[in-house]
């Protein structure tokens, strides 16, 4: 619109000179025209018009006032300067509120049309008449409606803004979620049993302690390795490190056999993996064997249990065995999304979040089977 505005000036000063070479008013016409570029070329240099703003800045409406008082004369002097009040229609529905601005347009309107009826040297042609007003209804059109698609574009951007302020809001509310799941089901597994653990322990010595010194010694020592170990649990927890046992054994078979062989239990491989199991996949079916040892421990009073861990190419299980009391299926803790981090429904999320399936089979006084599959591929 500024090249259109300077194209018109140059092209209505250049006709004038061509068709009225020498008359007295052509310094004035060169001296206002230049006055108009330089006014206009003022424009930029103070800042940007809000569109539609209520109140527009002093200055800018004394700069709109100069250019379009200049522009008046140069109509006045030369009616080939009419069409300079294009660009001006734009000018001035970008500096004024809505209201104003029409009657600014319609301002300008009224001397174009009054300049173009003057170069007809009285001649009437209806052209000349409702030209002006068309291209001026056209201009104002266009104009109002880019500023109303820029407000609705404004507004979505907003929408969208704040969208992605709630979204980022609700993913750090799930991942605080996930991660208190996940510290839940951790310290249930690892350092809250190896507190029951170590009470069962203490409460064996206090009973012994003058009957039988040594085995209470015994139970005493027991229950300090306990300890120890779940201090190397806590210190993991908190630089997020894999289990004790997996960062002392090394592999996943190592860290079942010793928990195997702390909890009297029997331990058996079947199978040999094609590969590397993943740090989750290692940490996870450690964590369920421990859980469910522990169960057997303090809910079963089975004599014996037994892990045996299965490589079957797509997929890994770990089964867990015990010949204890059982259970029946009403007695199977639920599942549901609000119980989380103990026993059952923990072994239940960590085998669902690597896409896998926990699978009970149990009956009153036959015992109980636990088995977690996890498959090693990704899921589709």
Avoid: K
């Amino acid at each position: 619109m500024h090249v259109a505005f300077f194209l018109l000036l140059g092209a209505s000063l250049t006709r004038f000179l061509l068709r009225h070479p020498g008359e007295a008013r052509t310094p004035w016409i060169i001296a206002l025209s230049i006055t108009l570029a330089l006014l206009y070329v003022l424009g930029p240099v103070l800042g940007p018009a809000a569109p539609g703003a209520a109140r527009p800045a002093p200055r800018r409406l004394a700069w709109l006032g100069g250019v379009v008082a200049v522009w008046m004369v140069l109509v006045v002097l030369a009616p080939s300067f009419a069409w300079c009040a294009v660009p001006l229609f734009f000018t001035g529905l970008r500096t004024l509120p809505s209201r104003a601005a029409l009657v600014l347009v319609g301002v300008l309107t009224a001397f174009v049309v009054a300049a173009q009826l003057q170069l007809a040297h009285g001649g009437f042609d209806p052209n000349l008449v409702l030209a002006p007003p068309a291209v001026a209804a056209v201009a104002t059109a266009v104009f109002l409606y880019m500023q109303r698609q820029a407000a609705r574009q404004r507004a979505l951007i907003d929408d969208l803004i704040r969208t992605r302020r709630e979204l980022a809001a609700t993913e750090r509310r799930e991942g605080t979620l996930a991660e208190r799941q996940r510290l839940s089901m951790e310290i249930h597994d690892t350092l809250a049993q190896g507190l029951s653990s170590q009470q069962m322990l203490l409460q064996a010595a206090d009973r012994q302690w003058d009957a039988d010194p040594e085995t209470a010694r015994r139970h005493v020592r027991t229950a300090e390795s306990i300890a120890e170990r779940n201090l190397a649990e806590a210190r993991r927890f908190v630089h997020d490190l894999a289990p004790a046992d997996l960062a002392e054994g090394g592999s996943l078979e190592e860290a079942l056999r010793m928990l195997a062989a702390r909890e009297s239990a029997a331990f058996r491989v079947d199978g040999a993996p094609a590969g590397g199991l993943p740090d989750q996949v290692q940490s996870a079916l450690l964590r369920i064997a421990q859980g469910a040892l522990a169960n057997v421990r303090e809910h079963a009073n089975a004599r014996a249990a037994a892990l045996t861990l299965t490589y079957l190419g797509d997929q890994v299980v770990l089964d867990i065995a015990d010949d204890g009391t059982g259970f029946g299926p009403d007695d199977v803790p639920s599942a549901s999304p609000g119980v989380r981090g103990h026993g059952l429904p923990a072994m239940r999320a960590r085998v669902r979040q690597l896409g896998g399936t926990l699978t009970i089979e149990s009956a009153p006084s036959e015992g109980t089977v636990l088995s977690a599959a996890i498959p090693l591929e990704p899921q589709s």
